[in-house]
């Protein structure tokens, strides 16, 4: 794939992707599997925002 953008994330929380944030710094309940195409946005999605991106994503696999 290529790589679309890069930006700078600041937060006074850890970001764990894969993983939900344990009290003591650390990740836990860790995630057993692949993650691909991560988005992170600066604001909410609205309902036709999502299905656009839903929609994109399907074009790429047959039905089957």
Known sequence: ?????????????????????????GGREFFNGLIDEVRIYSRCLDSEE???LYELGRQFYPEV
């Not at 994330?9 to 009290?23: D, K």
């Open 1 to 25: 794939g290529n790589l679309a953008d890069v930006d700078s994330v600041s937060t006074s929380y850890g970001f764990y992707v894969g993983a939900t944030a344990a009290s003591g710094g």
């Open 50 to 52: 999502i299905r656009w």
